[in-house]
């Protein structure tokens, strides 16, 4: 039992305990708050196996800062405030729970307010806190009531929480607002108010910019890093491969180190003297020290017996574990971010440019009897979005017709204008005077590209209010692009294509590239992503297109074989089994006969198509059927088109293509008719072009406005040449085989000598014995062949006297050949 002493000196020591504990949190706490990092581990951000934590108190103020900043944004830090309140005592008459609602009204009604301000940082400046309260109270008390109930909740917490605080702060603020603002606010006009508002949301957007240029350099420098170190563990496993092949293996007496005779007096009788070597390289087992040769006996000087012991070979270094590969090493490294030009600064727009531009917009529509205001303005890098609210009455087909009216009131090139949704507003896309030039790199050093885990992320620019736009093609999962010569298209698709280079190895990646032009695409050849030479001949990409096709079934077959429904489960579930999975014995199929006893991780592949016009134009039917298939199936088995044209008209973008292409860009068209046969809208008509595009997302019902990086061919050949230096092209052995191929009967597979391509011819036999009936459209649709080629096959098994001729509609041909 306790002495009433020691209870004494527990209650004395226990309140400072508290005390002692509470103020190293609050320390704690404070120095993880200020040397917060975005890029440190946390509840909301995981690392990327490189754990660099710039926080003072390591992880656990990584995950503390986060989780406060997230939670309460700037208000933050209050909370070591409080916990020193709850910790200190108090001498204050008001009571303790009135002092903690206080508190939480004093977080609140910060966190409320600040929740209009643009973020800067890398969290929400009021935090969740305020995302949750804010739209509350403003659905209630609208925002001018928001803001008026919140500073009235402020004072009133502040009161309570230190009176003397409140009546210090409330005596400074009614002095300094009486000496240096109140004669300034007598004279000062509304537009002098809006100009101020306006000013002060340009150094919020100015400090956004500066803190999201300083975090993507902060990544970059931190992937630089981790791409030497890759390098640098890349080149020593060469070298040391390279020196183990190259240097014939030594023989023991020059490796062995001088070991000391031992000498004994006394040999044991039962002293072993053989020694047996199993010196196996790359042998299993036991590992025990292998020894080189039988012990040594001799006699040394004094007459005594010397015995040499055998000598005990040092053991290597093991050699780096490599993935086994099939036919080559491939370098696994990625290109860096340093091969391209550095972005410049862009300029500000003046806030008189878009003062006058608001004012000219109001007067023109209202020449026009269209009354409204102009509620907000979003400028961007290559136009600026103003807000027109039309007043009750007016619609907003008039409004619409007022295009070129207001582009020559504005001495403009052309604008755009369209409402815009949720809002009660009529979008007015006005080009800036001096435009900003949105370059590759600048794109790709963005957090929604490095954040990115898809292969397949393509940098496509920037939207209409200047922040950073990345799709993934996996997720489109086919793309359409459209527009006229000059419009920026072929700097876009080389852009897409740098950008998967950028993230994926060709073991991961391949392409095959389609060029009409014989000139934009040529910049590629030899780079280790390509599944082909690049195809210029129209011949060729009809057969190519065909292969794909074929290559898309097989594809299918391997995942039914695994039982996983897309590409990518198919490669996790093979890499779980260490790169290659053994199939069981199989189970005679006849229409798989020549199935795979292993299987391998399948690449991703992108059909990239230059000019489909010309494309068309050659081969209508079987390119339009071999494009329909691929986008209506190749998604989950990883294939995927890219599809350009500068012709986007009716006769060349069919609606077989339209229907199963639903991701669409357009750039400048020449008219309405082409805009909507591309995008079923208008407005391309009148981009700016050199970049200026209108983007259709998958599942969206209106086109967005992007502007395309610019990327120079300098900027490209570096990255072609990087590429080169680290590996050569692994062809496809099938697909180099159809591009060769001619056209005839006999390569066809159809003629009476047609070498491999005659397996087709009894394929179809088969077929046709099999299902006891013949017909073209039954070996199109059982062989995947074009109705061209299928009818070949008929006429030549009814020369041969294999089935019947045609009798008429209704009637099948006759079988003569049995199974």
């Given at each position: 039992?306790?002495?009433?002493?020691k209870?004494h000196?527990?209650?004395?020591a226990?309140?400072?305990?508290?005390r002692?504990?509470?103020?190293?949190?609050?320390?704690?706490?404070?120095?993880?708050?200020?040397?917060?990092?975005?890029?440190?581990?946390?509840?909301?951000?995981t690392?990327?196996?490189i754990e660099?934590?710039?926080?003072?108190?390591?992880k656990l103020?990584?995950?503390?800062?986060s989780?406060?900043?997230?939670?309460f944004g700037?208000?933050?830090?209050l909370?070591?405030?409080?916990v020193l309140?709850e910790?200190?005592?108090?001498?204050s008459?008001a009571?303790?729970?009135?002092?903690?609602?206080?508190?939480?009204?004093?977080?609140a009604?910060?966190?409320?307010?600040?929740?209009?301000a643009?973020?800067i940082?890398s969290?929400?400046?009021g935090?969740?806190?305020?995302?949750?309260?804010?739209?509350?109270?403003?659905?209630?008390?609208?925002?001018?009531?928001?803001?008026?109930?919140?500073l009235?909740?402020f004072?009133?917490?502040?009161l309570?929480v230190s009176?003397?605080?409140?009546?210090?702060?409330?005596?400074?603020l009614?002095?300094?607002?009486?000496k240096?603002?109140?004669p300034?606010?007598?004279?000062l006009?509304l537009?002098?108010?809006?100009n101020?508002?306006?000013?002060?949301?340009?150094f919020?957007?100015?400090?956004?910019r500066k803190?999201?240029?300083?975090?993507?350099?902060?990544?970059?420098?931190?992937?630089?890093?981790?791409?030497?170190?890759?390098?640098?563990l890349e080149?020593?496993?060469?070298?040391h491969?390279?020196?183990?092949k190259?240097?014939?293996?030594?023989?023991?007496?020059?490796?062995l180190?001088?070991?000391?005779?031992?000498?004994?007096?006394a040999?044991?009788?039962?002293?072993?003297t053989?020694?047996?070597?199993?010196?196996?390289?790359g042998?299993?087992?036991?590992?025990e020290?292998?020894?080189?040769?039988?012990?040594?006996?001799?006699?040394?000087?004094?007459?005594?017996?010397?015995?040499?012991p055998p000598?005990?070979?040092?053991?290597?270094?093991?050699p780096?574990?490599?993935k086994k590969?099939?036919?080559?090493?491939?370098?696994?490294?990625?290109p860096?971010?340093?091969l391209f030009?550095q972005?410049l600064?862009?300029?500000k727009?003046d806030?008189s440019?878009?003062?006058?531009?608001?004012?000219?917009?109001?007067?023109k529509?209202l020449e026009?009897?269209?009354s409204?205001?102009?509620?907000?303005?979003?400028p961007?890098?290559?136009?600026?979005v103003?807000e027109?609210q039309?007043?009750?009455?007016?619609?907003?087909?008039?409004?619409?017709?007022?295009?070129e009216d207001?582009?020559?009131?504005?001495?403009?090139?052309?604008i755009?204008?369209?409402?815009i949704?949720g809002k009660?507003?009529v979008?007015?896309?006005?080009p800036?005077?001096?435009?900003?030039l949105?370059?590759?790199?600048?794109?790709?050093?963005?957090?929604?590209?490095?954040?990115?885990?898809?292969l397949?992320?393509?940098?496509?620019?920037?939207?209409?209010?200047?922040?950073?736009?990345?799709?993934d093609?996996?997720?489109m999962?086919?793309?359409?692009?459209?527009?006229?010569?000059?419009?920026g298209?072929?700097?876009?698709?080389?852009?897409?294509?740098c950008?998967?280079?950028?993230?994926a190895t060709?073991d991961?990646?391949k392409?095959?590239?389609?060029?009409p032009k014989?000139?934009?695409?040529?910049?590629?050849?030899?780079?280790?992503?390509?599944w082909?030479?690049?195809?210029?001949?129209?011949?060729?990409a009809g057969?190519?297109?065909?292969?794909?096709?074929?290559?898309?079934?097989?594809?299918?077959?391997?995942?039914?074989?695994?039982?996983?429904?897309?590409?990518e489960?198919?490669?996790?579930?093979?890499e779980?089994h260490?790169g290659?999975f053994?199939?069981?014995d199989p189970?005679?199929?006849?229409?798989?006969?020549?199935r795979?006893?292993?299987?391998?991780p399948?690449?991703y592949?992108?059909?990239?198509?230059?000019?489909l016009?010309?494309?068309?134009?050659?081969?209508r039917?079987?390119?339009?059927d071999s494009?329909?298939?691929?986008?209506?199936k190749?998604?989950?088995v990883?294939?995927?088109?890219i599809?350009?044209?500068?012709?986007?008209?009716?006769d060349?973008?069919?609606?077989?293509?339209?229907?199963?292409?639903p991701?669409r860009?357009s750039?400048?068209?020449?008219?309405?008719?082409?805009?909507?046969?591309?995008?079923?809208?208008?407005?391309a008509?009148?981009?700016?072009g050199q970049g200026d595009g209108?983007f259709?997302?998958?599942?969206?019902?209106?086109p967005?406005?992007?502007?395309?990086?610019?990327?120079?061919?300098?900027?490209?050949?570096?990255?072609?040449?990087?590429?080169?230096?680290?590996?050569?092209?692994d062809?496809?052995?099938?697909?180099?085989?159809?591009?060769?191929?001619?056209?005839?009967e006999?390569?066809?597979?159809?003629?009476p000598?047609?070498g491999s391509g005659?397996?087709i011819?009894?394929?179809a036999i088969e077929?046709?014995?099999?299902e006891?009936k013949?017909s073209?459209?039954?070996?199109?649709r059982?062989l995947?062949?074009?109705?061209?080629r299928?009818?070949?096959?008929?006429?030549?098994?009814?020369n041969e006297?294999?089935?019947?001729?045609?009798?008429?509609?209704?009637?099948?041909r006759?079988?003569?050949?049995?199974?």
């Amino acid at each position: 039992m306790a002495t009433p002493g020691k209870k004494h000196l527990g209650s004395l020591a226990w309140p400072w305990i508290t005390r002692l504990s509470g103020l190293a949190f609050v320390l704690i706490l404070i120095f993880s708050l200020a040397s917060f990092n975005p890029n440190d581990p946390s509840f909301f951000n995981t690392s990327n196996g490189i754990e660099v934590i710039h926080n003072l108190c390591g992880k656990l103020g990584s995950y503390l800062a986060s989780l406060f900043y997230t939670g309460f944004g700037l208000m933050a830090w209050l909370i070591p405030g409080w916990v020193l309140w709850e910790i200190w005592p108090d001498s204050s008459e008001a009571p303790r729970w009135a002092k903690r609602l206080a508190w939480l009204g004093l977080i609140a009604s910060l966190s409320a307010m600040w929740s209009f301000a643009p973020q800067i940082f890398s969290f929400r400046m009021g935090g969740f806190l305020g995302a949750l309260v804010q739209p509350w109270l403003q659905s209630w008390f609208g925002t001018t009531g928001l803001y008026v109930l919140c500073l009235a909740l402020f004072a009133i917490s502040l009161l309570i929480v230190s009176p003397a605080l409140a009546t210090w702060l409330g005596t400074r603020l009614a002095t300094w607002a009486e000496k240096y603002w109140w004669p300034k606010l007598q004279t000062l006009p509304l537009r002098g108010l809006r100009n101020l508002w306006a000013q002060l949301v340009s150094f919020f957007n100015f400090v956004r910019r500066k803190r999201e240029e300083a975090t993507a350099r902060m990544n970059a420098q931190s992937r630089i890093s981790f791409d030497e170190q890759r390098e640098a563990l890349e080149r020593a496993q060469k070298a040391h491969e390279e020196s183990r092949k190259s240097t014939p293996p030594s023989s023991p007496q020059d490796i062995l180190p001088e070991i000391h005779s031992i000498n004994l007096d006394a040999p044991s009788p039962s002293t072993p003297t053989e020694f047996k070597s199993d010196l196996l390289l790359g042998a299993t087992g036991p590992q025990e020290e292998p020894y080189l040769e039988e012990a040594q006996t001799g006699t040394d000087g004094q007459g005594r017996t010397v015995v040499q012991p055998p000598l005990p070979i040092p053991s290597l270094p093991e050699p780096l574990k490599i993935k086994k590969e099939a036919k080559k090493t491939i370098n696994r490294s990625l290109p860096s971010k340093d091969l391209f030009d550095q972005p410049l600064k862009p300029e500000k727009m003046d806030l008189s440019v878009i003062r006058n531009t608001q004012e000219a917009i109001l007067q023109k529509l209202l020449e026009f009897k269209i009354s409204g205001q102009v509620i907000g303005n979003r400028p961007g890098p290559i136009v600026t979005v103003y807000e027109f609210q039309p007043d009750p009455g007016i619609p907003l087909s008039k409004i619409l017709n007022m295009e070129e009216d207001l582009a020559m009131a504005l001495q403009a090139e052309a604008i755009r204008m369209d409402r815009i949704s949720g809002k009660n507003a009529v979008g007015i896309e006005v080009p800036n005077p001096r435009r900003d030039l949105i370059v590759f790199r600048e794109i790709i050093e963005s957090d929604a590209f490095q954040q990115s885990k898809s292969l397949l992320t393509m940098a496509l620019g920037k939207d209409i209010s200047g922040s950073p736009l990345v799709m993934d093609l996996a997720r489109m999962p086919h793309l359409l692009i459209g527009g006229s010569t000059g419009s920026g298209k072929s700097v876009a698709v080389n852009a897409m294509i740098c950008s998967i280079l950028l993230r994926a190895t060709s073991d991961q990646v391949k392409l095959i590239l389609i060029d009409p032009k014989m000139v934009e695409m040529g910049i590629y050849e030899d780079i280790p992503h390509l599944w082909s030479p690049v195809v210029t001949d129209m011949k060729e990409a009809g057969r190519v297109l065909r292969w794909v096709v074929t290559q898309m079934e097989e594809r299918y077959k391997r995942l039914a074989l695994l039982s996983v429904r897309n590409l990518e489960q198919y490669n996790e579930k093979i890499e779980k089994h260490g790169g290659t999975f053994t199939l069981p014995d199989p189970t005679p199929n006849p229409k798989w006969a020549d199935r795979p006893a292993t299987l391998e991780p399948l690449p991703y592949v992108v059909v990239v198509i230059d000019e489909l016009a010309d494309l068309i134009m050659v081969a209508r039917t079987e390119v339009e059927d071999s494009i329909a298939r691929i986008a209506q199936k190749a998604r989950a088995v990883g294939i995927h088109l890219i599809l350009a044209t500068q012709r986007p008209s009716v006769d060349i973008l069919t609606g077989v293509i339209k229907a199963n292409l639903p991701s669409r860009l357009s750039y400048r068209v020449s008219t309405k008719i082409d805009s909507r046969t591309i995008l079923d809208c208008s407005g391309a008509e009148n981009l700016l072009g050199q970049g200026d595009g209108l983007f259709l997302a998958p599942g969206a019902a209106r086109p967005s406005r992007i502007h395309a990086p610019f990327l120079t061919e300098t900027e490209t050949l570096r990255l072609v040449d990087w590429l080169k230096d680290r590996g050569r092209p692994d062809y496809n052995e099938q697909l180099i085989k159809v591009i060769e191929t001619d056209e005839s009967e006999e390569a066809m597979g159809i003629g009476p000598d047609s070498g491999s391509g005659g397996d087709i011819y009894q394929k179809a036999i088969e077929v046709v014995v099999r299902e006891g009936k013949a017909s073209t459209s039954l070996l199109q649709r059982k062989l995947g062949l074009g109705y061209g080629r299928a009818a070949r096959i008929i006429d030549r098994m009814e020369n041969e006297g294999i089935i019947g001729p045609d009798r008429g509609v209704g009637k099948p041909r006759e079988i003569f050949r049995q199974a």
